[in-house]
């Protein structure tokens, strides 16, 4: 699916990029990244399917994601860290 074709089903959602991100839990710069490649992975494409037809449904689906408990994923990169590790 492109990044514009998934734009489109975000406002068939009623969802913005900020608001899609926040309510599946992944990082809006890694759905910002999609539109340079043009092209958005399978998984996302199809949320974002499911979200616009629960919407034109009259779904709630936004209370049913917030039930998930999703988590977060936290950067596990080496970035600034406070603490060095010792080298042995």
């Known amino acids: 699916m492109t990044f514009i074709e998934f734009k489109k089903l975000l406002l068939d959602a009623e969802l913005t990029i900020p608001k899609f991100t926040a309510l599946i839990k992944v990082s809006e ?36 994601i917030g039930e998930l408990d999703l988590t977060k994923k936290e950067k596990k990169g080496a970035g600034f860290s406070s603490k060095k590790k010792e080298k042995k």
């Open 29 to 64: 710069k890694n759905i910002q990244s999609y539109k340079k490649k043009e092209q958005v992975p399978n998984a996302i494409a199809a949320v974002a399917a499911c979200f616009a037809k629960m919407n034109q449904e009259g779904i709630d689906y936004k209370t049913l």
